[in-house]
């Protein structure tokens, strides 16, 4: 289940990704099979040879794309999604969607 985000967000995610750019879409989400996470992000571009490019930068495995047309799309959770969104800029995204345990 995703939440979070409005129209607007998801459709400029989904222009960018079709102009061949990789785009970034994160929203808060839940999947019993992961309850210790409550983000996701969503790494999209149409240019499948470019978003496995990308990836590789990170360490992302190409079996690890999920590639559903016409979004082709990594799922970034956690650390790993933490440390990529600050690499790439996307700080708002962090901001707004992952949560941090307050220290007691």
Excluded at 21 to 35: G, M, Q
Aim: glycine fraction near 6%.
């Amino acid at each position: 289940m995703a939440f979070g985000i409005d129209k607007e967000e998801l459709n400029a995610w989904k222009e960018k990704a079709l102009r061949g750019d990789v785009a970034f879409l994160t929203h808060f989400w839940y999947d019993e099979r992961f309850p210790e996470y409550n983000s996701v992000t969503k790494v999209a571009c149409a240019d499948v040879r470019k978003l496995i490019h990308w990836g590789k930068k990170y360490g992302l495995k190409k079996e690890w794309l999920h590639n559903r047309q016409p979004f082709p799309h990594f799922d970034l959770l956690g650390e790993r999604q933490v440390y990529i969104l600050q690499e790439e800029g996307e700080l708002d995204q962090i901001e707004r969607f992952i949560y941090r345990k307050r220290k007691v």
